[in-house]
């Protein structure tokens, strides 16, 4: 562990354990017993209150400085005796568009406007161990106001924690409030938006935060939303649609600025680096606990590949689990285990407990369905394997070997087209992928890491969209993740994790594994626009039959390949997606056809796979 995260980490508290305080021997900040923090506190009977947190903007241009809704719940206890609490903070727009959890839980509110009932167990669980707990509303969602700055609504709320901005009673006006009751110690989490928030207030720096447990996160927000060039659907992007009433009309001066810098011609600008978040891992002052479904479609596993580099170059002391599940919170995947490891994390990096969590294995990895392995290091060691792609007597079929390509492969573009379309029929022919598969393994072949493809390909359009897929061929049991399913199901039972109120309940149904039987798998994609072959800074339009070399990373995986498989390459055009199980739009392309013809030197083009050194 890095020498300056050290400094603020306790002696090791063992046996158990009671820190009092100087006004009263009896009221413990919290007590320890097995080593971990346990609940002596009472939930029904806790300090609930809305703190609106100046953030020093006018991102709405009324005037007035925005401020941000911080709902809070904390131990009445440690107050009344001048102790302080540690804060969990959880920044979201979606506590009341859309909610949170398996169960979308939604903030709800006394008629006085007190908070009363918080989303998720983090309130249940941990204030009656002696923290608090902060959830916060983005600018321009909830009951803030401003704009959708998610960054900018964390960091000031941090700052307000610590002594360094200004909070109030209210909305507008309203008394002066401190937040004389906590240490100033904050851990911020949060899944998907939330989870990117919390990444992006850790690469601030920002005073006060010492852990940040970023769920299915994104953390390059380029490569979240534009493919090497090619810009995913922008009618599915945007805050829009979480924005309270009020920001839906005051905010569109604030988000076509936004539009402006972004531009819309898939190149990597200065307003992109901005929101790169991983090239400044180096500014992390934090620890780092990530969470990433390696099958998950709308925040992809190359988003949680490129952080997880970034940190460990940077020497950010990190852990991180693994699954083979879609756009899922850990709760879901292994409950009890997960709950008890985040208590032991965030009483190491919060409360000071030396409980040795930082010198266990760095990852906790879910191989197949339920079955779990912890390890010193992701991605494995292991080698580079490249196979190449030869044309078979068929027309787009062929075989991938590690022995030179031959002959081409002629692919129109068909935007209705998903990945899934590209692998349903791999032996018939097709206009709109080519597909090469390898013999059968005569052994397991270990995947971990990050796949990579080298591509020569011409258009007869000045414009044109890559589509590449990786895919294992034979039966397997897996998580239903295709077509952006979860890959977990919920039950009718439930369990509980905490305490309850009236109004806020600590128990959650369970879930299960959605678990399918399958005859191939995709492990990995990964899309381009050709325009951009030369450079993601200034795409250019093409020469139409002029052959352009294009490389590109696919999505990390972590799989093995059984023996008596095969491994496939599928090249095709544009990735047309398909609508969630929920009707609404997921994360695809422009549909708009290009109507463009690809050909592919197969010689000139290959896939470099991850071998783990235990294949």
């Known amino acids: 562990m890095s020498r300056r995260f050290l400094a603020g980490v306790l002696v090791a508290l063992t046996a158990t354990v009671m820190i009092t305080s100087a006004a009263s021997a009896t009221a413990p900040a919290f007590r320890l017993r097995d080593g971990v923090s346990q609940p002596i506190y009472s939930y029904a009977g806790a300090i609930r209150e809305t703190a609106w947190v100046e953030t020093g903007q006018d991102l709405d241009r009324d005037g007035k400085t925005d401020r941000v809704a911080a709902d809070i719940i904390r131990p009445a206890e440690p107050t009344a005796v001048g102790r302080r609490v540690p804060v969990i903070m959880d920044v979201s727009p979606y506590y009341l568009c859309c ?31 002696g923290y608090a707990v902060v959830l916060v509303d983005v600018g321009g969602t909830g009951r803030s106001s401003g704009c959708f700055d998610d960054v900018a609504s964390g960091i000031a ?30 851990g911020a989490i949060g899944k998907s938006q939330d989870g990117a928030t919390a990444v992006g207030m850790a690469v601030s720096g920002v005073d006060g935060l010492k852990t940040v447990v970023p769920i299915e996160a994104d953390s390059n927000n380029y490569a979240q939303l534009i493919a090497n060039g090619a810009p995913f659907d922008p009618s599915g992007g945007g805050s829009g649609f979480t924005y309270n009433d009020r920001a839906k009309t005051l905010c569109k001066p604030f988000d076509d600025d936004i539009a402006r810098q972004a531009g819309t011609n898939g190149d990597y600008n200065t307003f ?43 020497g950010v002391p990190r852990r991180a689990w693994l699954d083979q599940a879609g756009h ?40 197949t369905p339920d079955h779990w392995a912890d390890l010193p290091q992701w991605p494995l060691p292991g080698r ?48 709109s992928r080519a597909s090469y598969t390898t013999d059968p393994l005569t052994r397991p072949q270990h995947l971990s890491g990050r796949p990579s493809v080298s591509l020569t390909v011409s258009a007869d359009k000045p414009q044109a969209r890559l589509g590449v897929a990786l895919v294992d061929w034979g039966p397997a049991i897996t998580r239903t993740t295709a077509a952006f399913r979860p890959g977990v199901k919920n039950l009718t039972t439930r369990s509980c994790w905490g305490e309850s109120s009236a109004a806020d309940s600590a128990c959650y149904l369970d ?35 002029q052959p ?26 544009t990735d047309g997606g398909r609508n969630c199980d929920t009707g609404g739009p997921c994360q695809f392309f422009d549909p708009a056809p290009l109507g463009d013809t690809l050909t592919y030197d197969l010689p000139g083009t290959s896939i470099t796979l991850p071998i783990a050194a235990s294949s």
């Open 511 to 545: 879930t299960a594994a959605d678990l399918v039987s399958v005859d191939h798998k995709i492990l990995a994609v990964g899309w381009g626009d050709l325009g951009h072959a030369g450079s993601l800074e200034h795409g250019v339009p093409l020469v139409p039959g």
């Open 328 to 367: 899922v919170d850990p709760f879901d995947l292994q409950r009890p285990q997960w709950v008890a490891t985040l208590h032991r994390w965030f009483d190491h990096w919060l409360l000071g407990v030396g409980n040795g969590i930082e010198d266990e294995p760095a990852v906790h990895l879910e191989t």
């Open 157 to 186: 709320v941090v700052n307000w924690l610590n002594g360094h901005a200004n909070g109030f009673s209210a909305p507008d006006g309203g008394t002066r409030m401190t937040a004389d009751w906590t240490t100033g110690s904050v």
């Open 99 to 129: 909610g949170r959890g398996n169960e979308q839980q939604t903030k709800a509110y006394a008629p006085d406007g007190t908070p009363i009932s918080f989303p998720l167990f983090y309130d249940n669980y941990f204030v009656p161990r």
């Open 384 to 431: 580079a394997r490249t196979l190449r792609p030869a044309a078979g007597p068929l027309a787009n079929l062929g075989s991938l070997s590690g022995r030179p390509g031959t002959g081409t492969a002629v692919v129109v573009d068909d935007p209705t087209q998903f990945r899934e379309d590209w692998v349903g029929n791999p032996g018939g022919p097709s206009r």
């Open 272 to 314: 992109w680096q901005s929101l790169n978040r991983a090239d400044r891992a180096g500014n992390v002052r934090a620890s780092v606990f990530s969470v990433q479904g390696l099958q998950d479609q709308i925040v992809p596993a190359d988003q949680f590949a490129i952080w997880w580099d970034a940190l460990g170059r940077a």
């Open 548 to 573: 352009y070399r294009m490389s590109f990373a696919l999505n990390a995986l972590d799989h093995v390949v059984p023996a008596g498989h095969r491994l496939g390459l599928v090249l095709a055009g």
